[in-house]
Nanobody
Framework: QVTLAESGGGLVQAGGSLRLSCAAP????????MGWFRQAPGKARELVAR????????LYGGAVEGRFTISRDNTTNTVFLQMNSLNPEDTAVYYC???????????WGRGTQVTVSS
């Protein structure tokens, strides 16, 4: 189920920054959390960051902690991922996700490519 709209990927040099955005097309009244996974070629999908919608509690994958920051805007139903100090190992397709309360399946975006050149 693809319902989220991502933007902000691209090509950047090592040490640079990018900011990803993901907008939920419907109300986030029932949203439990939103966040990002990423998947590099030949590797498993891994959690990048997650934010609890009600109180803003964040969780980061070990590879990005201290360099990436996840935030949300409740008024626009948008989650952001600020990525600093990027390195080539961050090259991947980044997927936004939304978890809702109850039995609703997780929603995904189509993915946005982030490429970091050395």
């Amino acid at each position: 189920q693809v319902t989220l709209a991502e933007s902000g990927g691209g090509l950047v040099q090592a040490g640079g920054s990018l900011r990803l955005s993901c907008a939920a097309p419907v109300s986030t009244f029932g949203t439990a959390a939103m966040g990002w996974f990423r998947q590099a070629p030949g590797k498993a999908r891994e959690l990048v960051a997650r934010i609890t919608w009600s109180n803003g509690i964040t969780l980061y994958g070990g590879a990005v902690e201290g360099r990436f920051t996840i935030s949300r805007d409740n008024t626009t139903n948008t989650v952001f991922l600020q990525m600093n100090s990027l390195n080539p190992e961050d090259t991947a397709v980044y997927y936004c996700f939304e978890d809702r309360y109850g039995s609703t399946p997780r929603s995904w975006g189509r993915g946005t490519q982030v490429t970091v050149s050395s």
